[in-house]
């Protein structure tokens, strides 16, 4: 149904940034509320940020927040986490997610992406 491609990770230095993209296809983008996620291995997968279907609200972990931005471009089909102040324990693989209608207002998501890694250097 909802088909997500991450792309933009990489090495980067502590104090710098990236910016993830994620790319979604099938259903109607602009209906799904948008989430990044990260996991490190031995580690549950963990909450970074969401945005509404519209992009008028978004949301943070604590962890990032004032760090990290997550924006949509709906006429893109793109969700972005611009990553800034990047710090070692950022390092994770990083995914994003869809969330349906139907799980509108709860903490769940439908669809998931692959991945994309991002490593921070000290």
């Known amino acids: 149904q909802v088909q997500l491609v991450e792309s933009g990770g990489g090495l980067v230095q502590a104090g710098g940034s990236l910016r993830l993209s994620c790319v979604a296809s099938?259903?109607?983008?602009?209906?799904?509320?948008m989430g990044w996620f990260r996991q490190v291995p031995g580690r549950e997968r963990e909450y970074v940020a969401a945005?509404?279907?519209?992009?008028?609200?978004?949301a943070y972990a604590e962890s990032v927040k004032g760090r990290f931005t997550i924006s949509r471009d709906n006429a893109k089909n793109t969700v972005y986490l611009q990553m800034n102040s990047l710090k070692p324990e950022d390092t994770a693989v990083y995914y994003c997610?869809?969330?349906?209608?139907?799980?509108?207002?709860?903490?769940?998501?439908?669809?998931w992406g692959q991945g994309t890694q991002v490593t921070v250097s000290s």
């Open positions: 997610a869809a969330q349906s209608l139907r799980l509108a207002g709860t903490y769940e998501y439908d669809y």
């Open positions: 099938g259903r109607t983008f602009s209906r799904y509320g």
């Open positions: 945005i509404s279907w519209s992009g008028s609200n978004q």
